[in-house]
């Protein structure tokens, strides 16, 4: 069954320097319990789409499209219902853990407030859930680092304390937003476990936003790769790893750190920058990088199609 | 926690050092005296009075002596006063400063706050302008425009409050005053606590706290507040300093019998006690204020109790 579903999704930002097109004409659905990995670089869209499904893009945004979630359009409830929503149906971890938690609040405090606000839990019944939280994410010592401060947790236990938070209401769905990326390699991987062992046993539908493809084929059972704003590829996650078609897919696979690539063969992969959002270039936006761009390339802009079953991509050359 | 306080405490110590001799020498360094008057006084008689006050000494030595009674918590006589010592006069003057200072102190956190905040919720909006036009107007006029405006205004034209002068100390009496105190440092604290809010606002654990679907209410009092309150009371030091200077200006305005107007009146009669009194007894309370609110941040932020 569907649990999400995005149709024709745009987000603009009326910025003093001019328009930012954030996202354009972006569709995509996720079922209850599955797995979506978001794959992209910074100014991809990729943050926006997940703060617009949660109904907290800056108020400069103007947004269009549909986003259906059990079978309400989101964009279209107002804030009171939004926010029960919320931590409660959607939640959501961040990137940094460093600074994502409150720091003058203990860990407790912040982890019992969405208890009481969405389960309705008493003081002492919200504390008696928490500890049960904090071991199911598996922190050592539980009940005294629910009465830590932020600052005297690791990298690793500060993140494993907003993903406490964000399971504390048994969301339908999870948004984690580059979850991984400020923390050390060793500990990236046990958080990565950690979220594919809760996707097991809470049954959570989870929507995974990345710029590092390793990190989708850990957990993620399908992958959209967005550029300047749309899709360009989607499919099994399988099958984008090993047959990409977009040639963004493929310099972006091409420029994963590999112990057998030269360093230099993996920054020629991807060279240019990714396009200024405030005037995109006409036509596939990623013509200017493409290594085998042709001129109809800059003359519109592609359309996301089947390539062969469940696999999409939007370009001409495909 | 205690190390900071130690710590905080010893570095009091020489900047009141500093005051003392800053204060001494400078008032010795203005041209005239204590006894100059229109007539001169006769040079035995004068001489009999600076024997008495010790201004005979070579200045090192009056300076030991000072500070010998300073420490000890004795100001010295008053040269103006001849019944009063230094000590007597300030404590006269201070249940009427005190008030005073206090109330504008309370009036300015309260209403620069709660102006600071309904900026920074507003961003950007009507009541943003309006807040930071009118904060950059009050932190533009001086207390002695304000002061006379305000006069102009309450008194004389709508004839609601007394102009000046002290009658039993009430609301009254202290309404002008305290406004005419408070405004400066309302709008400056209106303008940080904005600058604070919005900052706090903009930050990843706000963004946490409305993902949380926590209501707006909470998400400001539980998460924002504390804070973006922390700014503003590392301005409470340099506030109360303002403050107190302030109240110099405004009880000569308002003709108010408190420590700033017989500072005034010292301070042109080189009654040299009071003058350096006032200066040290005003330059321990701020010290004094600084270190509280040094210490409530350690109460405050829990990373600065934990060094
Ligand atoms: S449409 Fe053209 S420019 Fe765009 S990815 Fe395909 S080949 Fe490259």
Same mark, same amino acid.
């Given at each position: 069954m569907t649990l999400l579903d995005v149709r024709d999704l745009s987000i603009r930002f009326k910025t003093p320097e001019g328009v930012v097109?954030? %996202?354009?004409g972006l569709s995509f659905a996720l079922a209850q319990g599955g797995t979506l990995g978001i794959v992209g670089?910074?100014?991809?869209g990729k943050s926006q789409t997940a703060m617009a499904v949660l109904g907290?893009?800056?108020?400069n945004a103007k947004v269009s499209g549909s986003i259906r979630f059990e079978d309400r359009d989101l964009l279209k409830l107002p804030e009171s219902q939004l926010s029960k929503l919320r931590g409660n149906r959607i939640a959501m971890v961040f990137q940094d853990p460093m600074t994502s938690?409150?720091?003058?609040?203990r860990v407790e405090v912040q982890l019992g407030e969405v208890l009481e606000r969405h389960?309705?839990?008493s003081r002492s019944a919200a504390r008696a859930e928490s500890l049960r939280l904090m071991q199911a994410v598996h922190i050592p010592d539980a009940a005294q680092r629910l009465r830590s401060?932020?600052?005297?947790?690791?990298g690793g236990q500060r993140q494993r304390v907003m993903i406490a938070i964000a399971l504390a209401c048994q969301p339908a769905l999870l948004l984690a937003d580059?979850?991984?990326?400020?923390?050390d390699v060793t500990v990236q991987a046990q958080i990565l476990r950690l979220f594919a062992e809760l996707k097991k046993d809470f049954g959570v539908a989870m929507i995974l936003i990345t710029h590092d493809l390793g990190v989708v084929a850990e957990v993620c059972e399908h992958t959209m790769v967005m550029y300047a704003g749309r899709a360009v590829e989607s499919g099994a996650t399988q099958t984008l790893l090993?047959?990409?078609?977009?040639p963004y897919t493929r310099a972006l696979l091409e420029a994963r750190?590999?112990?057998?690539?030269?360093l230099t063969d993996r920054l020629l992969a991807l060279r240019g920058q990714p396009p200024n959002l405030l005037q995109l270039p006409p036509g596939c936006a990623f013509a200017p990088r493409c290594?085998?761009? %042709?001129? %109809?390339?800059?003359q519109s802009v592609p359309a996301l199609r089947?390539?062969?079953?469940a696999h999409l991509a939007a370009c001409i050359r495909v | 926690m205690l190390r900071l306080a130690l710590l905080r405490f010893a570095s009091a110590v020489p900047t009141l050092l500093l005051l003392l001799v800053l204060a001494f020498f400078m008032m010795r360094a203005?041209?005239? &005296?204590?006894?100059?008057?229109e007539r001169s006084l006769p040079p035995e008689i004068l001489a009999k009075l600076e024997q008495a006050y010790h201004l005979d000494e070579p200045l090192w030595k009056q300076f030991a002596r000072y500070i010998g009674g300073a420490v000890q918590g004795d100001l010295g006589p008053s040269f103006q006063y001849s019944d009063f010592t230094v000590n007597q006069l300030i404590l006269q003057g201070l249940p009427v400063s005190l008030r005073v200072g206090l109330g504008a102190m309370v009036l300015a956190l309260f209403v620069g706050c709660a102006a600071g905040i309904v900026a920074a919720l507003r961003h950007n909006r009507f009541s943003d302008y309006a807040v930071m036009t009118l904060a950059m107007t009050g932190m533009s006029i001086p207390v002695f425009v304000i002061a006379p405006l305000l006069i102009l205004l309450?008194?004389?034209? #709508? &004839?609601? #409050?007394?102009?000046?002068?002290?009658?039993? &100390?009430?609301l009254r009496d202290m309404a002008l005053p305290v406004v005419a105190l408070a405004l400066p440092q309302i709008a400056i604290l209106a303008r940080l606590m904005r600058g604070s809010m919005i900052e706090v606002l903009n930050s990843n654990y706000i963004r946490t706290a409305r993902a949380k679907g926590l209501a707006t209410r909470t998400v400001i009092l539980r998460h924002a507040l504390r804070p973006a309150l922390m700014p503003v009371l590392s301005y409470l030091g340099p506030a109360s300093a303002g403050i107190i200077t302030g109240s110099v200006v405004i009880e000569q305005i308002f003709g108010i019998p408190g420590i700033g107007r017989y500072f005034v009146q010292a301070a042109l009669n080189r009654d040299y006690t009071l003058v350096m009194g006032v200066v040290v007894f005003y330059g321990t309370l701020i010290i004094l204020f600084n270190f509280l609110v040094d210490m409530l941040y350690g109460v405050l932020d829990p990373r600065v109790r934990a060094e």
């Amino acid at each position: 069954m569907t649990l999400l579903d995005v149709r024709d999704l745009s987000i603009r930002f009326k910025t003093p320097e001019g328009v930012v097109q954030a %996202v354009e004409g972006l569709s995509f659905a996720l079922a209850q319990g599955g797995t979506l990995g978001i794959v992209g670089e910074s100014g991809a869209g990729k943050s926006q789409t997940a703060m617009a499904v949660l109904g907290l893009l800056a108020r400069n945004a103007k947004v269009s499209g549909s986003i259906r979630f059990e079978d309400r359009d989101l964009l279209k409830l107002p804030e009171s219902q939004l926010s029960k929503l919320r931590g409660n149906r959607i939640a959501m971890v961040f990137q940094d853990p460093m600074t994502s938690l409150n720091p003058y609040l203990r860990v407790e405090v912040q982890l019992g407030e969405v208890l009481e606000r969405h389960r309705g839990l008493s003081r002492s019944a919200a504390r008696a859930e928490s500890l049960r939280l904090m071991q199911a994410v598996h922190i050592p010592d539980a009940a005294q680092r629910l009465r830590s401060y932020p600052h005297e947790l690791s990298g690793g236990q500060r993140q494993r304390v907003m993903i406490a938070i964000a399971l504390a209401c048994q969301p339908a769905l999870l948004l984690a937003d580059e979850p991984t990326t400020a923390l050390d390699v060793t500990v990236q991987a046990q958080i990565l476990r950690l979220f594919a062992e809760l996707k097991k046993d809470f049954g959570v539908a989870m929507i995974l936003i990345t710029h590092d493809l390793g990190v989708v084929a850990e957990v993620c059972e399908h992958t959209m790769v967005m550029y300047a704003g749309r899709a360009v590829e989607s499919g099994a996650t399988q099958t984008l790893l090993n047959a990409p078609a977009h040639p963004y897919t493929r310099a972006l696979l091409e420029a994963r750190p590999r112990i057998d690539t030269p360093l230099t063969d993996r920054l020629l992969a991807l060279r240019g920058q990714p396009p200024n959002l405030l005037q995109l270039p006409p036509g596939c936006a990623f013509a200017p990088r493409c290594p085998i761009a %042709v001129d %109809v390339c800059t003359q519109s802009v592609p359309a996301l199609r089947s390539i062969e079953t469940a696999h999409l991509a939007a370009c001409i050359r495909v | 926690m205690l190390r900071l306080a130690l710590l905080r405490f010893a570095s009091a110590v020489p900047t009141l050092l500093l005051l003392l001799v800053l204060a001494f020498f400078m008032m010795r360094a203005a041209p005239g &005296g204590p006894f100059d008057t229109e007539r001169s006084l006769p040079p035995e008689i004068l001489a009999k009075l600076e024997q008495a006050y010790h201004l005979d000494e070579p200045l090192w030595k009056q300076f030991a002596r000072y500070i010998g009674g300073a420490v000890q918590g004795d100001l010295g006589p008053s040269f103006q006063y001849s019944d009063f010592t230094v000590n007597q006069l300030i404590l006269q003057g201070l249940p009427v400063s005190l008030r005073v200072g206090l109330g504008a102190m309370v009036l300015a956190l309260f209403v620069g706050c709660a102006a600071g905040i309904v900026a920074a919720l507003r961003h950007n909006r009507f009541s943003d302008y309006a807040v930071m036009t009118l904060a950059m107007t009050g932190m533009s006029i001086p207390v002695f425009v304000i002061a006379p405006l305000l006069i102009l205004l309450f008194a004389v034209t #709508l &004839g609601w #409050l007394p102009a000046g002068g002290w009658q039993d &100390g009430g609301l009254r009496d202290m309404a002008l005053p305290v406004v005419a105190l408070a405004l400066p440092q309302i709008a400056i604290l209106a303008r940080l606590m904005r600058g604070s809010m919005i900052e706090v606002l903009n930050s990843n654990y706000i963004r946490t706290a409305r993902a949380k679907g926590l209501a707006t209410r909470t998400v400001i009092l539980r998460h924002a507040l504390r804070p973006a309150l922390m700014p503003v009371l590392s301005y409470l030091g340099p506030a109360s300093a303002g403050i107190i200077t302030g109240s110099v200006v405004i009880e000569q305005i308002f003709g108010i019998p408190g420590i700033g107007r017989y500072f005034v009146q010292a301070a042109l009669n080189r009654d040299y006690t009071l003058v350096m009194g006032v200066v040290v007894f005003y330059g321990t309370l701020i010290i004094l204020f600084n270190f509280l609110v040094d210490m409530l941040y350690g109460v405050l932020d829990p990373r600065v109790r934990a060094e």
